[in-house]
């Protein structure tokens, strides 16, 4: 298998006037993932159902008809030898996209991912690469249970080596993968399963968007103002930014004006942009459905006060409480940050 070189790409506005193709999240991806291994014979899929299936959550869908077998793999129940295939392509010099279906399943793999993905550019001082995705769904709210339903961003984050995004939208998606995979680090690329505009979950209108045909990167470490505001500001990711959105537009006849960024990367994070914002609010409500302690959310704060601690007069987390995802809808329901538990902290910030 040859290795081509990367073909050119372009950056494009960040929600382009013009146009009215529509794509769902799970679509947009597999786009881009198509588009790339058109340009780069180095690229290929690999993972459990991503073949025939075309993944569980539809992201991978088509690949193996258009690449067939050799470049689009399905692969045995066995994360730790099947991401450890993927990193040694990678360091010989190809671009691999390897799933592990839930993140949650991270446990079986993390020597793999965090002692070999992650370490050995540093470790080999700076003479190897290893240009790999590692793509995994993420997120509750479909009855999954405590060990399919988590996100665990926070947790990859922590982590030195990995960049981490996470997008909210079809656009993003696309010029996230496609930036995910002509780049040089291993990226650790997270879609969260209520954003995918899949028809046998919860109906979210905001899966389905404009997305331009043509092939374009979405900066990995550059934050979102999804809506302008001037009275607080809410920084989240993923599924939480539709609900954010949704407090915002509700808020919006009562005179309440929320401002909401979409962080779109963990790793870098965009402090520059929550600050920005901070500034002019001086309220700040970081949600976020990863677990509450030792997390994005605390780390999201800090880097606010670190920069300029007076511009914080009041703060908030809604986030996931340090327990398991229950199975139990109600139960459920009750952890995870909800658009009633963001009001609250909304209206809270405002008393």
Known sequence: MSIASPAPS???PIEPEAGKRRLSTSKAISEAVAQRMRSDDGVFVMGEDVGAYGGIFSSTTGLLEEFGPRRVLDTPISETAFIGLGIGAAVEGMRPVVELMFADFFGVCMDQIYNHMAK???ESGGNVRVPMVL???VGGGYSDGAQHSQTLWGTF??????KVVVPSNPYDAKGLMTAAIRSDDPVVYMFHKGVMGLPWMKKNPRSVGAVPEQEYEVPIGKARVARPGKDVTIVTLSLSVHHALDVAETLAPQGIDV???DLRSLVPLDADTVTASVSKTGRLIVVDEDYQSFGLSGEVIASVAERNPSLLKHVARVAVPDVPIPYARDL???VLPTPARIETAVREALA
């Open 135 to 137: 793509t995994t769904a």
């Open 120 to 122: 050995i550019h540093f």
């Open 332 to 334: 459920e329901y009750a």
């Open 10 to 12: 372009v950056s494009l």
């Open 157 to 162: 984050a922590h982590l030195p080596g990995m």
């Open 259 to 261: 401002e909401v960024i």
